[in-house]
């Protein structure tokens, strides 16, 4: 499955960074949608793996809200902090949500089906289907 949520808010971060440049001629801007962008898309590309680590995506969308937290503190401004801030939060409650099988820290190892040649198998240690 390919994650185009991930993959549109990439370009988004990518062209918001590019308009920050030639709009008020911040060179941060563009550094940091160009390097925000570039790892979200990084991580769409690991969610869109046959096995998701959503991990790549996760920490990089933490450490944007953070980022925008800071700027929408500061400025109070809701463009385009506050925009990207909320953005970022909705884009991470779909992460958790759509790829919420794939933590570890969410479900258990015998959680997941055991797959045999594309067909799911019952498993011999003792789980009853339900």
């Not at 970022?88 to 570890?104: A, K």
């Not at 969410?106 to 040649?117: H, M, Q, Y």
Request: hydrophobic share 55%.
């Amino acid at each position: 499955m390919i994650d185009f949520v991930g993959i549109v808010f990439a370009l988004l971060i990518v062209v918001g960074g590019i308009i920050g440049y030639v709009r008020a001629g911040s060179t941060i801007s563009l550094y940091a949608g160009l390097v925000f962008g570039v790892a979200i898309g990084a991580g769409a590309w690991c969610n869109s793996l046959q096995e998701p680590f959503p991990y790549v995506q996760l920490v990089v969308l933490s450490l944007l809200i953070i980022v925008m937290m800071v700027r929408f503190y500061k400025t109070r401004a809701f463009m385009p902090p506050g925009m990207i801030l909320l953005l970022s939060l909705c884009v991470m409650v779909w992460t958790v949500f759509i790829y919420g099988d794939y933590f570890s820290f969410i479900s258990s190892p015998n959680d997941k089906p055991i797959l045999v040649n594309g067909t799911i198998a019952v498993s011999t240690d003792g789980r009853k289907l339900e």
